[in-house]
Structures are given as C-alpha cells and as structure tokens.
C-alpha cells in the first residue's frame, strides 16, 4: 500500500484523473470500479475535462459501482444511478449499456448480489477500483462488522453513515439499508485508489494506515493488496 499526501483534493483529482486517462488509453477495453461520495467528484469532473478536450474517450470503458440504496426509486436525486450520470456518464462517450450498477430496487436481493459479482468476474474482474472512505472506515458500504464480507450484499448502514449522508436527503428520509459490492470483490481490483479529503477523515486515515487490519475498520484491509494507492491531502493526513 503506498500513501501520497498533496496539498489540495484539485492536486489529488488531477493525479488521479491522469491514472485513469493514462490506464483508458492503454487498453482496448477497461473495467473500472466506481464511486459516489463527494471525494471522487474532483476527479469525475478531471475526467470529463479531458473528454471534452479529446483527451480521452469512455466508448470501451466499462463499469461497475461500488454501491446503492435500497428502495430509492433509480432516478431519485439521491440514488448513485443519478449521481454518477451527473458527474461522468452524461458528460462523456460512454455507452450506457456498459454501465452497471446494483438494483437496490430489485425483489430478490440475494439473486441481484450473485448476479452483479458473477457479471464482474465475466467481465475479466475491476482492472482498477476507486474508492472513498467512510468516516467511520467503510468501504464502499461495508460498515464495520466483525468480519469481512466476500461478495455483494444487503447492508443495514450505521449511525455514522446515516448522519453523514443525511445531509443530501432533504425532502424523503435516508434508506436505511444499502447493496454494496463485497470487500473480497473490491479487494479482487487488480489496483485500487482511494481517495480522501479534509479532517473528518483523519482518523479513518490512521486507522487505516497505522492500525491492524481488522473488519472494526474495514479499509485496513487495503494494506493486504499489492496495488493499492492512497490519495489524501494534509488534513486527511493529520494523524499520520
Ligand atoms: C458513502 C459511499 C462510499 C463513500 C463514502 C465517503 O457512504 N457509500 O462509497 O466512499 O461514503 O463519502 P464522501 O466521499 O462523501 O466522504
């Protein structure tokens, strides 16, 4: 796992935008990992930048997002289906049939999670998966637990994560319950960047970095993978 620390999240989001561009243009096809959050929006909007420069194009990109709410209608405001054509998709080449996100509307949500991990790995797997932290070290939605999860599944979210994200839900109360790609499937990514920002994230940052590796803290798993890189800037890194 490496660590680099920059002064500001425009600095991260052109680091880690030129990874994607870089990886994008190298390969016929690619299949990236997305996420939702604010911390990755800098770099969507990078990304988009250089599409519309003719930097890069998204026509054989596909991808899989880390998550979604369930029982929040797929075009809510508020739902990532929503958030990511806002921030990426509406603004690029992408196709939209190589895009693919967990239903959190589906009726059987054991079958939807079997199907999204066995589409993954008929895809060839996440060449590179972005992720951002939770403040109380979640990945994707994997909330800490006493053990770490293998593929996708329905999560009951936290406290901490309902207070964190409340904040965007102004007319219709947060879902409780989100489907969110397994730890072992984010941990499958052949490279993984997360990216975090500001001082609210300091002490997932430490415990990431500088704790055990334990699902109390499901982002210490990143110091098992070979290829991970971890963006962040001074105030993420505080209690380094
Ligand atoms: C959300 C998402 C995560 C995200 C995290 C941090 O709940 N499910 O995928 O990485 O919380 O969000 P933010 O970047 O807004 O701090």
């Known amino acids: ?22 990886a994008i243009n190298a390969k016929s096809s690619i299949v990236l990992g997305l996420a939702t959050g604010a911390s990755p929006v800098p770099t969507y909007k990078y990304i988009c930048e ?18 979604e709410y369930v029982d929040l209608p797929k075009n809510d405001k508020n739902s990532y289906y929503s ?18 996100f967990l239903n959190g509307n589906a009726e059987d949500s054991l079958k939807e999670c079997a199907d999204y991990d066995a589409k993954i ?9 972005l992720l951002g932290v939770g403040r109380n ?11 770490f999860t293998k593929g996708a599944f329905k999560v009951k979210l936290t406290e901490s994560t ?12 947060m879902p ?14 052949k490279k993984i960047i997360m990216i975090a920002t500001g001082k609210a994230k300091a002490d997932a940052i430490a415990a990431l970095v500088n704790g055990e590796v ?26 380094l």
């Open 176 to 189: 409780h319950y989100a489907l969110t790609m397994g730890v072992g499937s984010i941990m499958h990514a």
């Open 50 to 67: 250089k599409y519309r420069e003719g930097k890069v194009s998204l026509k054989n990109v596909t991808t899989y997002n880390l998550d």
């Open 214 to 239: 334990s699902p109390a803290c499901p982002a210490s798993v990143l110091q098992f993978h070979q290829n991970a890189v971890i963006y962040i800037d001074k105030d993420a890194a505080s209690l």
């Open 83 to 100: 958030f990511m054509h806002e921030q990426l998709f509406n603004h690029t080449d992408i196709q939209e049939d190589n895009v693919n």
């Open 137 to 147: 070290g979640h990945i994707g939605f994997n909330e800490p637990s006493n053990h």
């Open 121 to 129: 790995a008929k895809s060839g797997y996440i060449d590179i998966q």
């Open 1 to 22: 796992m490496e660590i680099k620390i920059y002064d500001n999240a425009e600095q991260i989001a052109q680091e880690v935008g030129e990874v994607f561009i870089e």
């Open 162 to 173: 309902i207070a964190a994200n409340s904040m965007y839900f102004d007319e219709n109360p």
